[in-house]
Structure formats: structure tokens, C-alpha cells
């Protein structure tokens, strides 16, 4: 019997749709593809979430995809612009709805691991943004990728098209996305079944 590919929900962006930091995610994206991963991509404007209500059980067809791809991910890739040093207000809503999964089998994102990218305008806000996002993937349970991509948008990163020509970039968002799909493949394969074995409890 075929073992089925690995899936990973990979999501960045801003509000500006072709931004750096969606560049930056489907750069990344190819990169997982290219490692045999299905990827499920979710980028800017689909990324506009309301902001995440607890009282309410009421959700968008764009929240409900979001949740739904989260749920079947085996790994996920967050990109976030840096705003005011952390992660954008929509990347930390979109982490937000993940609440919706506090019942499931699988919590939050326990045990998966999450590629963390940071980019903005000068590389003390890059630090911070990835430091904001490893801490909210702790917080929600997920393995962050050993390797953080950290893009400084200051420089020429992107072409026309989207594709990185910057050596030290591109290895940087390959590199995130290798870790985490040869981190779900040991996953799914059952040789690490919890944090204890990795030794990190």
C-alpha cells in the first residue's frame, strides 16, 4: 500500500496582495512541492479573516477553509511581514482560529512542524517577527523549524515574477521548507511520536 504524500498548509502575506512576504511563502511552497509534499497555499486577501470571536460558533466560508486545511496539514509554513516588530495583526488572527480545533484529536498544532518566515524592512524587525512567531507556534503546541528564514526586504530579493535571486534567501526558505516536510515524513512514519522521545520534555 502507497503511503500518502505529505500535506502542508503554507500561508503568508499581507493585506497587499504579490507582497514580499507572499513571494516569500511560495518560494517556500515550491520548495515543499519539490520534496513531494501536497501543499495547500492560503495567501493575502484570503488570509482577511474577522477578527476570531469566541462566542460565537458562526464562521466564514474563508475561516472554515482555513481550519479545514490546518486540520488535514501533516506541516505548515507561516510567512508574516514584520509590522512594529512582531508578526502582522492578520497572521496572528489567522493563528488565531486554530482555537476552533481545542476539542480535536490533534490540539492546536501538537506535535506539527511549522516553518516560521520573517520579512520586513531591515533586519532588526525580521529577528523579532520570527521570535513572535516561533512563540506563538510553542504556545499552540507546534514544533517551529530548526532554520528560521528571515528576509530583509530592503534588498532586491524578488523578480518581476516572484522568483528569489537572492542565493542566501532562497537557501534560507528551501531550507525551512526541507525541515519541516522531512520532520512530517519521520512523523508520519511513526520514528518520533512525542516530545519526550525527541528529549525536548
Known amino acids: 500500500m502507497t503511503e500518502s504524500p505529505i500535506r502542508v ?3 503568508g502575506g ?5 507582497s514580499s512576504s507572499e513571494k516569500a511563502v511560495r518560494v517556500s511552497a515550491a520548495a515543499a512541492e519539490a520534496e513531494g509534499a501536497v501543499v495547500d497555499l492560503i495567501v493575502s486577501r484570503d488570509l482577511m479573516l474577522p477578527i476570531y470571536d ?15 486545511a490546518a486540520r488535514a496539514a501533516d506541516a505548515l509554513i507561516v510567512a508574516s511581514p514584520g509590522y512594529h516588530g512582531s ?12 482555537e476552533d480545533t ?9 506535535g506539527v512542524p511549522v516553518g516560521c518566515i520573517a520579512v ?7 529577528v523579532s517577527t520570527l521570535q513572535s512567531l516561533r512563540t506563538t507556534v510553542h504556545a499552540l503546541r507546534g514544533w517551529p523549524s530548526p532554520f528560521g528564514a528571515t528576509i530583509n526586504a530592503t534588498e532586491k530579493i524578488f523578480d518581476g515574477d516572484g522568483a528569489c535571486i537572492d542565493e542566501r534567501a532562497k537557501f534560507g526558505l528551501e531550507t525551512v521548507a526541507k525541515q519541516v516536510v522531512e520532520f512530517a515524513k519521520l512523523r508520519k512514519a511513526g520514528l518520533v511520536t512525542d516530545l519526550a522521545v525527541a528529549g525536548t520534555v
Open 54 to 68: 469566541t462566542e460565537t460558533s458562526e464562521r466564514t466560508p474563508e475561516a472554515e477553509r482555513f481550519v479545514a
Open 14 to 18: 499581507s493585506t497587499r496582495p504579490n
Open 102 to 110: 481545542n476539542k480535536d484529536e490533534r490540539v492546536y498544532l501538537d
Open 120 to 126: 520586513s524592512y531591515g533586519w532588526q524587525a525580521t
Open 87 to 98: 508578526m502582522s495583526g492578520m497572521i496572528k488572527n489567522v493563528l488565531d482560529y486554530l
Open 9 to 11: 498548509l503554507c500561508i
